[in-house]
Nanobody, 121 residues
């Protein structure tokens, strides 16, 4: 089983910055991708940023140019640098990981518990 622990959420004024961190622990043989999703009240969970084992990244247009995802493979960690934050970025941010515990296992999706990001206007 893989556990994801997030940190770095909080309250920030519009135009400010925050950095989220997430570390994966447990029995991990390999990670195919890690990333961040967010969910605002009454909304569906949406992709914020994704990075693959080959360092390919994916961002929706709503955050492109403002958010940057990075990873530390030695620590099984992923980070999200968020700049120029807007009130519409307010949501619970969830860490995501697609990993497998052994070479014989299939890849599974894992989620963190979520961290609140609130951007005031």
């Amino acid at each position: 089983q893989v556990q994801l622990v997030e940190s770095g959420g909080g309250l920030v004024q519009a135009g400010g910055s925050l950095k989220l961190s997430c570390a994966a622990s447990g029995i991990i043989f390999s990670i195919k991708a890690m990333g961040w999703y967010r969910q605002a009240p009454g909304e569906q969970r949406e992709l914020v940023a994704l990075i693959t084992s080959g360092d390919n990244t994916n961002y929706p247009d709503s955050v492109k140019g403002r958010f940057t995802i990075s990873r530390d493979t030695a620590k099984n960690a992923v980070y999200l640098q968020m700049n120029s934050l807007k009130p519409e970025d307010t949501a619970v941010y969830y860490c995501y990981c697609n990993a497998r515990p052994s070479v014989l296992s299939r890849f599974n999706d894992y989620w963190g518990q979520g961290t609140q990001v609130t951007v005031s206007s």
